[in-house]
């Protein structure tokens, strides 16, 4: 889940976490931190999930390149 939405959604205090997320690209990604025990519903069915929260930067070569 991106920062902006867990923002947007005000939901609980962020839990801190040693996690290294190895991309595509061979770079990593540091989590901003984890959020437990999140409903999530798909129809009628009710999922408690876990997010792990990352920042996304965009550069605006890389915005340019998607909406063309």
Do not use: A, H
């Amino acid at each position: 889940m991106p920062l902006s939405i867990y923002k947007d959604l005000n939901l609980e205090p962020l839990k801190e976490t040693n996690v290294i997320i190895q991309l595509v690209d061979r770079s990593n990604s540091y989590p901003e931190g984890v959020v437990k025990d999140v409903l999530i519903r798909v129809n009628k069915l009710i999922f408690p999930l876990i997010f792990t929260l990352l920042t996304w930067m965009m550069s605006l070569l890389q915005i340019q390149l998607i909406y063309c």
